[in-house]
Structure formats: C-alpha cells, structure tokens
C-alpha cells in the first residue's frame, strides 16, 4: 500500500484514529498521576543518658545505646528482624515501592554482617497520598517514643538514667517525586508511536472488511436471477 493510499485510508476512517487518540492521551494522563509518590524519612537520634542530643559526646555511638534502639525499631517491627540501612541503599521508591513502609537502622557492615554505626531509627514512608503519608509519620514516630517510655519505664532506672530520644531536624519533610522531563518524554514518545502504529493498522483492517462487505452487496444485486424450469407434461 502506498503512502498515498494510507492517508486516504486515514482520512477515510478519521474515526478510528481519534479514538486511538483519545484512549492513549487517556492513558498517559493516568500513568502520571500514578508515576509519583510523596515520600519523607525521618529519622529518630538516640542519646545516652545526660547526653546532649546531635552533639559529639551524645553516645549516639554508643554499644548500649545502639543496642536500645535496635530493641525498640523491632518491636516497632512488631517483632522482625530490623533491616539494616546503609547510606547507599536505595530508597523505598526507586526500588519500585508506591505504598509502603521500612523501618531500618544504619549499618556500615557488609552484605553478610551488621555492624551498627548509630543509635538512630530511620522510617521510610512512601505512598501516593500525602495525607495517608503525614498519618503514617505521626504514628510511628509516637509509637517510638512510646515504645521507648515503656521500655525504660519497666526498669529501675532513675529518669535522669534513661535514654532519650529526638525526632532529626529537618528529617520530617514530605516530598513529592516523580519521573524526570526525559523520562516523561521519553515515555510520551513511546505511548504515541504505539498509539499511531494502532490507529493505522486498525484504520485499514477496517477499512478492508467495510469495502469488502459493500463489494459483496454490491455483486448481490446484479447477480442475474437463474430461471425455474417448468415441467413439461
């Protein structure tokens, strides 16, 4: 088929190219409202009693301490093992993720061994809705500091010997992502070429089976009617 002969086809049967056209704008429009997460991390510092918090000599590197907030991430957990964070992982959305939550605690040991750097909880959050994010954050980072209340309360501990916790500055921000300009074009391109790809072959394979359906009408009428034979006596 020429050129030619395609665009007639395509003008012929415009129909067919609109509603291909309407379904793929449709579709890039829903794969980006779902393309994009909110996301925050925050992260809860943990300081050895009468320790200032975020300060060198906080014990945040402290064996004891670190031990504590191992305890209390698993049992925010509710009871697995805690998994350890590294600097380099991957965050929850760029492995995929668009609705869940990892509770971690930094590690500078390999992938076969643990070796905790710091006493601190780091909650990734990540879903679709913001507001559902905000919630998530509130209540796990109050069942920290429960957790840790209830932990310390437990023992004979004095309060000037407990442990104390702090929410990291900054750490509570709640951040829209989504895919890059490129990546976003890119998949824009791609969506149009299938869409276009889509509406020619359907614009002729209709247009084949409507003319192919008017031809056989059409030899219907002028097909000459067989004469009856009369019987002879």
Known sequence: MSAYSTL??????????????????????????????????????????????????????????????????????????????????????????????RIGVPSVGGQWSASYSAAEITIQIVGRDRGWVEAQQKSLLQQVSAVSSQAQAETSAAPTEHITSRVVPLSTQIEWISSGHTATAMAALALAAAAAVSALGGAVLLDRALLARKNRRRNAEFRPAKKRKVATK
Not at 66 to 95: C, H, K, M
């Open 8 to 101: 007639r086809v395509l003008l012929r049967r415009w129909y067919v190219t609109v509603f291909i056209a309407v379904i793929a704008a449709a579709m890039f429009v829903s794969a980006e409202r779902m393309g994009g997460v909110y996301t925050t991390t925050p992260v809860v510092a943990f300081s050895a009693p009468g320790g200032k918090s975020f300060l060198p000599n906080s014990g945040i590197d402290n064996d004891n301490v670190i031990g504590f907030a191992l305890t209390v991430a698993q049992e925010l957990n509710q009871g697995r093992p805690v998994e350890r964070y590294a600097s380099d992982d991957a965050p929850l959305y760029g492995a995929g993720v668009r609705q869940g939550v």
